[in-house]
């Protein structure tokens, strides 16, 4: 028993110091398979561990908590970027995955929790490579070493960088959506819909367009199934770059192809005034899209209305 008014006894912390520092010990990958290193726990923690007849060894029992404990952590990130752990490939992704969660530990008892912060370090590490190709001396930061293993891994993956762009911006798209809240549909009344061209379009916060080169969107967070399911292809790209629409509904995470001409739309409503954003998507079409995109344009603002991508009118700022 501990002293009285004191904290927990000596032995108790040391064994908990122990086994925590035994589980948040990275596995060991130097013999193609990720493995963990027995050797290396710490005598007294073995000793402490009591065998039952017949049962695996003391450091036996706890080399399998702790190679479980990282295959659900490796499961927990593959499940919350599944495009891009399937465009770099399992084995690479989770080295990176191990570098991210030996530097930030899983402090919550969700794991997915632990995803946090592990797409601002890919982008830093793409952001490198793309430095590197370009001959740009790279920003410095605090951790370089870390930072260049980040990069080499990707490099190893021999994924194309836009191939795993894309993934990482379809995968956050999704949380986004996910995470965000359904803010309603908007059902434009006539006043508003008479001041359409002179407004700007309020787009729902859950709302992200993304666009692929390669076959990604169908690998979603929220589908379930089997994570061995397929891969895309790096030499198998699309005719032509296709685009979605992640956002938030009543019933919940929506994934939505969109006609290329509506991505460029949609696009360029975020910047200006609906009637200005037509005329600049327009002016910028052959005489073949501007006879589609005349014919299809009501259905377009009936999908998303009826998606909830539109939230509502803001005036247009008064000219200068």
Do not use: K
Not at 91 to 114: I, M, V, Y
């Amino acid at each position: 028993m501990s002293p009285r008014g004191g904290g927990p006894p000596s032995w108790l912390r040391e064994l908990q110091r122990d086994f925590t520092a035994v589980l948040r010990a990275p596995l060991d990958s130097g013999t193609g398979v990720f493995r963990e290193r027995q050797e290396r726990y710490p005598a007294r923690l073995v000793a402490q561990l009591r065998s039952g007849p017949g049962g695996p060894a003391p450091a036996e029992r706890l080399a399998l908590y702790h190679r479980q404990y990282w295959m659900r952590l490796f499961t927990a990130l593959q499940t919350g970027f599944p495009r891009v752990s399937r465009a770099m490939g399992y084995w690479h992704f989770n080295h990176l995955a191990a570098l991210h969660l030996a530097a930030r530990p899983p402090r919550h008892f969700d794991l997915d929790e632990g995803a946090r912060g592990f797409a601002a370090r890919l982008h830093r590490a793409l952001q490198r490579l793309d430095d590197a190709r370009r001959g740009r001396p790279p920003e410095r930061p605090a951790r370089e070493h870390e930072e260049d293993e980040w990069s080499r891994r990707v490099e190893l993956s021999r994924a194309p960088l836009d191939m795993v762009r894309q993934a990482l911006h379809m995968d956050e798209a999704e949380r986004h959506a996910f995470e965000s809240p359904f803010e309603g549909l908007w059902r434009p009344t006539l006043e508003e819909l008479a001041g359409l061209a002179e407004g700007r379009l309020r787009f729902a916060v859950s709302c992200t367009l993304a666009y692929e080169d390669w076959d990604l969107a169908r690998f979603s967070r929220l589908a379930g199934g089997d994570l061995d399911e397929g891969a895309p292809d790096a030499r198998r790209r699309h005719p032509s770059t296709r685009a979605w629409v992640f956002a938030r509904s009543a019933a919940g995470t929506t994934t939505t192809s969109v006609e290329p001409l509506f991505a460029r739309l949609l696009e360029r409503c975020r910047e200006l005034p609906f009637g200005q954003a037509l005329a600049d998507v327009e002016a910028g079409c052959t005489a073949a899209e501007t006879a589609r995109l005349r014919a299809d344009l009501q259905g377009w603002i009936a999908l998303a209305l009826s998606s909830g991508w539109w939230t509502g009118l803001a005036r247009a700022e008064p000219r200068a």
